[in-house]
């Protein structure tokens, strides 16, 4: 086997993201080079391992492929790793100080996916976000830097916003999956089935059980927002690239909650351009403010 250079892993690392068309891609490129590099590696590896469940190699198990993530990381930490992805962490775990403990958080909660289609309760549901999103939000304060404890808060409940607007948005992709995440307590409260789910059927109780879950997400932006603004000036310009994200986000919340939004209709985008001018806005009054 070739083991890949540093800087031939982060190459890869730095092609997949691109590649990726992620909403987080661009607010990304307001990062410093250095920490723009550690933030695609963490993306690609985020990005691999949800893809070994969801997109597992031909003829593989998912519970296996996460287990080589499982032991790949271990080997990042002790410097020993083999995958391009982790090659190239190996390196930014070590200069940033990342946890492994977070890491290993993630894959649980994308492994969760193999035990789990359905959620009981909201708690059940927040573990499941905690580990996908929230974990992903305390690494990249690694690499913004901030300092305050205060915004670890603001990052879980970032992570929290997050994660129930993917739900909100991708309930068509995740049912085509067997997969419904919002909480079986809610569907039963508004008198909505998994069949209208299932089945692709708008209802007047499925709107009403989506405008639910959408202000549920909106407290977790509000809570975001408070820790935000207790933090001092340069932690606050440290988490430019979060605000960036922050404001793509509850922008995709709000076009879900429009009126004539089709829950099964075509999945909820905005242009490259609009993604731009969320990120100048943001990355301007973080400069003037």
């Given at each position: 086997?070739?083991?890949?250079?540093s800087?031939?892993?982060?190459?890869?690392?730095t092609?997949?993201?691109?590649?990726?068309?992620?909403?987080?891609?661009?607010?990304?490129?307001?990062?410093?080079?250095?920490r723009?590099?550690?933030?695609?590696t963490?993306?690609?590896?985020?990005?691999?391992?949800?893809?070994a469940?969801?997109?597992?190699?031909a003829?593989?198990?998912?519970?296996?492929e996460?287990q080589r993530?499982?032991n790949?990381l271990?080997?990042?930490?002790?410097?020993?790793p083999t995958?391009p992805?982790?090659?190239?962490?190996?390196?930014?775990?070590?200069?940033?100080?990342?946890?492994?403990?977070?890491?290993?958080?993630?894959?649980?909660?994308?492994?969760?996916?193999?035990?789990?289609?359905?959620?009981?309760?909201?708690?059940?549901l927040?573990?499941?976000?905690?580990?996908?999103?929230?974990?992903?939000?305390l690494?990249c304060?690694?690499?913004f830097?901030?300092?305050?404890?205060?915004?670890?808060?603001?990052?879980?409940?970032?992570?929290?916003a997050?994660?129930?607007?993917?739900?909100?948005?991708?309930?068509?992709?995740?049912?085509?999956?067997g997969?419904?995440?919002?909480p079986?307590?809610?569907?039963?409260?508004?008198g909505?089935t998994?069949?209208?789910?299932?089945?692709r059927?708008e209802?007047?109780?499925?709107r009403?059980?989506?405008?639910?879950?959408?202000a549920?997400a909106?407290?977790?932006y509000?809570?975001?927002?408070?820790?935000?603004?207790?933090?001092?000036?340069?932690?606050?310009?440290?988490?430019?690239?979060?605000?960036?994200m922050?404001?793509?986000y509850?922008?995709?919340?709000k076009k879900i909650?429009?009126?004539?939004?089709?829950?099964?209709?075509?999945?909820?985008?905005?242009?490259t351009?609009?993604?731009?001018a969320?990120?100048?806005?943001?990355?301007?009054?973080?400069?003037?403010?």
């Amino acid at each position: 086997m070739t083991i890949l250079s540093s800087t031939d892993a982060q190459t890869y690392c730095t092609t997949l993201t691109k590649k990726s068309g992620s909403n987080f891609y661009y607010s990304f490129l307001f990062l410093p080079r250095a920490r723009r590099a550690a933030m695609y590696t963490v993306y690609a590896f985020c990005k691999e391992v949800d893809n070994a469940v969801d997109e597992p190699p031909a003829g593989s198990k998912p519970q296996d492929e996460l287990q080589r993530w499982w032991n790949e990381l271990e080997a990042a930490y002790q410097g020993t790793p083999t995958f391009p992805v982790t090659i190239s962490l190996a390196t930014h775990v070590k200069q940033l100080s990342i946890p492994q403990a977070y890491f290993e958080e993630l894959i649980k909660g994308v492994g969760m996916d193999l035990s789990a289609a359905r959620y009981a309760t909201f708690q059940d549901l927040s573990l499941y976000c905690y580990r996908v999103a929230s974990v992903v939000g305390l690494i990249c304060l690694h690499i913004f830097g901030p300092t305050s404890a205060r915004a670890q808060d603001y990052a879980v409940s970032l992570g929290m916003a997050f994660q129930l607007t993917n739900i909100l948005r991708d309930i068509e992709t995740d049912a085509a999956q067997g997969r419904i995440y919002l909480p079986q307590e809610d569907l039963q409260k508004f008198g909505c089935t998994e069949q209208m789910i299932l089945q692709r059927q708008e209802s007047e109780e499925l709107r009403t059980l989506l405008r639910f879950e959408a202000a549920r997400a909106h407290e977790y932006y509000a809570k975001a927002q408070a820790a935000f603004e207790s933090l001092p000036a340069q932690d606050r310009r440290a988490l430019t690239v979060s605000e960036i994200m922050r404001a793509v986000y509850s922008r995709i919340l709000k076009k879900i909650e429009e009126p004539g939004h089709r829950i099964f209709g075509p999945r909820v985008r905005l242009s490259t351009n609009h993604r731009l001018a969320l990120a100048a806005g943001v990355w301007l009054r973080s400069k003037f403010s």
